[in-house]
């Protein structure tokens, strides 16, 4: 079966520090990897996807097969960045399968 | 385009009720889902329809029945509401093709908070 880990519920952070969220995945296939992201009373909305290699608000992510890993960086955080995010791997034609979230708080 | 939206935002009920959820999207989606968000555990798909009449079971879909009648719309059906079934509920569609552009992704509803007593 399909799992992804994210192993911190909790992320803390002070405003300008570097942001590293850990994803781990197991898939037997070629995986396909996203991160999504929940800001505050908001919906959940995707940030980025593996296979598009892409920068989206500072943000990176570098599939690496050898770790399993899909870990979500970016080099200066921003009090803006606080949400809930949560890494999901593609199972079958659709479906995803979600991480159980890591909440990263930036303080000033 | 409203995009993907949830009726209704809140419910409480009593243990026993039933209820139905009614999610609708305008984007012409052919895929829609059903998750529950629970602390510490994430969202967990309980049912998703691949097209209009057509539905399947996802993770945890025990307690639930869903319908598709209409491509537009996934309702989500509880027949006899149980504490365990407290959470936020959300409803999510996507293209029915394989994800090569942004675009195809799934878009989520603002969700329900579900509480039952």
């Known amino acids: 079966a399909q799992r992804v880990t994210q192993p911190e519920k909790l992320l803390s952070v002070f405003k300008g520090a570097p942001v590293e969220l850990k994803c781990n995945y197991s898939?037997?296939?070629?995986?396909?990897l996203f991160w999504y992201v929940q800001y505050s009373r908001q919906r959940l909305q995707l940030l980025l996807r593996?296979?598009s290699r892409e920068s989206i608000k500072g943000f990176t992510a570098d599939l690496n097969k050898g770790e399993t890993s899909f870990h979500l960086k970016k080099p200066f955080a921003q009090e803006e960045d606080s949400a809930m995010y949560y890494c999901?791997?593609?199972?079958?034609?659709?479906?995803?399968?979600f991480g159980t979230g890591t909440r990263l708080l930036v303080s000033p | 385009n409203a995009g993907v939206t949830q009726t209704p935002k809140f419910r409480v009920l009593k243990t026993g009720q039933s209820m139905t959820l009614l999610c609708a999207q305008d984007?012409?989606?052919?895929?829609m889902y059903w998750y529950r968000q629970d602390p510490g555990m994430g969202l967990r798909l309980i049912h998703y329809?691949?097209?209009?009449?057509?539905?399947a079971k996802g993770e945890v879909p025990d307690g639930y029945n869903v319908s598709r009648l209409k491509k537009q719309n996934f309702l989500l059906g509880l027949e006899s509401a149980a504490p365990s079934q407290t959470s936020v509920y959300f409803c999510?569609?996507?293209?029915?093709?394989?994800?090569?552009?942004?675009?195809?992704?799934?878009?989520f509803g603002p969700g329900t908070r579900l509480t039952v007593l």
């Open positions: 999510a569609s996507s293209y029915g093709q394989r994800p090569t552009q942004r675009r195809d992704t799934q878009y």
């Open positions: 898939y037997s296939g070629s995986p396909e």
């Open positions: 593996h296979i």
């Open positions: 999901a791997l593609r199972e079958g034609f659709q479906k995803l399968v």
């Open positions: 984007m012409n989606h052919e895929y």
């Open positions: 329809s691949v097209g209009e009449g057509t539905t």
